[in-house]
């Protein structure tokens, strides 16, 4: 089945505990479409970037069967610019600097070939962006995920819970969910979040795994151990492009199918966090994938003697 991602395309520059990087490629539609592409062949993007953005990363998008129609090149015009940097323990960060640029005035135009798209992964970007795209597709995708961010809960909140009334399903991280519900048990947050529109809610945990509410059943999964956590920048974004990836290959939304589809997310999520950037996502291959998830498999199964 055919996806769609909006979000940011955009240059980071990272600080972590193990070292420093100028400006890399980064952005949220970045990771999404290249994770998803490790599942399904017809990955649209829609994003905007300036002039002084690499056609060689735009071709690495290609190669990885991105359909970049959709992705606007605005002449005399810069790329969206983050930076952050991470605190020991990795599992959070601090913004250090935004430069929105391109993404300013950012209208998400929607190639006629992407009308139709049965899944819409809505990528970090401003809300009323995110809403415009849903707005403009003609029929409803079969399944619409967003995620969003402390700053949109913050400075937009009125356009997230507007959105969230449209959405099926909502990737967030436990800080974020605290800060949308203002309750801090995560079970009574998700509940809140459901009541605002989207019936399954997904909370991330950092190194701690996610928790997924669907009507009323959760799934815990965990997040892989790993020995080093070298730049966790992405991690989210590849979740989610592994796990809307997932969905869209198999076309199954049934609850044990999307307990599926969050080992996936998170097991392409584990790889991300392997090297700095978007680098570790670049070439992996689908036996090294299904791999990492039977480790999955492995790390929580066990038997109970009656
Ligand atoms: P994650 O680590 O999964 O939360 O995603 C990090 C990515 O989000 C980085 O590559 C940034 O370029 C991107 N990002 C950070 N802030 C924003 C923002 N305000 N709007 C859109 N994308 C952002």
């Not at 017809?42 to 002039?51: P, Q």
């Not at 790329?79 to 601090?94: A, E, I, L, P, V």
């Not at 401003?126 to 399944?143: C, F, M, S």
């Not at 290959?249 to 700095?276: P, Q, W």
Request: aromatic share 8%.
């Amino acid at each position: 089945m055919s996806l769609l991602t909006v979000g940011s395309v955009a240059f980071d520059a990272l600080e972590t505990p193990f070292g420093k990087t100028d400006k890399i490629i980064g952005g949220a539609a970045t990771y999404i479409t290249l994770s998803a592409s490790y599942f399904t062949p017809t990955n649209n993007l829609v994003a905007v970037v300036g002039d002084d953005f690499p056609q060689s990363m735009i071709d690495t998008l290609v190669s990885h069967g991105v359909n970049v129609d959709g992705l606007q090149i605005r002449q005399g015009e810069k790329t969206f610019f983050w930076s952050g940097k991470y605190h020991n323990d990795m599992n959070s960060r601090d913004t250090v600097e935004v430069q929105l640029n391109v993404m300013e005035n950012f209208d998400p135009i929607i190639p006629d070939q992407y009308q139709n798209c049965q899944y819409l992964m809505l990528g970090n970007t401003a809300p009323a962006i995110q809403h415009q795209v849903l707005k403009r597709l003609t029929n409803r995708p079969k399944l619409v995920v967003l995620d969003t961010m402390n700053l949109w809960i913050e400075i937009a909140n009125a356009d997230l819970k507007s959105l969230l009334k449209d959405v099926d399903v909502l990737v967030l991280n436990d800080e974020e969910a605290r800060q949308l519900t203002g309750d801090y048990a995560l079970v009574r947050a998700a509940a809140s979040i459901r009541a605002m529109g989207p019936k399954t809610v997904i909370i991330k945990k950092g190194e701690h795994g996610a928790l997924l509410f669907h009507e009323d059943r959760i799934f815990a999964a965990p997040a892989l151990p790993l020995e080093e956590v070298f730049d966790p920048t992405g991690a989210g974004d590849t979740f989610a492009g592994g796990f809307i990836g997932h969905l869209a290959k198999t076309d199954d939304l049934s609850f044990d199918n999307l307990k599926r589809a969050i080992i996936y997310g998170s097991a392409m999520a584990s790889f991300c966090v392997e090297k700095f950037g978007a680098e570790r996502i670049l070439n992996l291959t689908q036996d090294e994938i299904q791999a990492r998830v039977d480790q999955f498999v492995r790390l929580s199964a066990f038997s109970v003697e009656m």
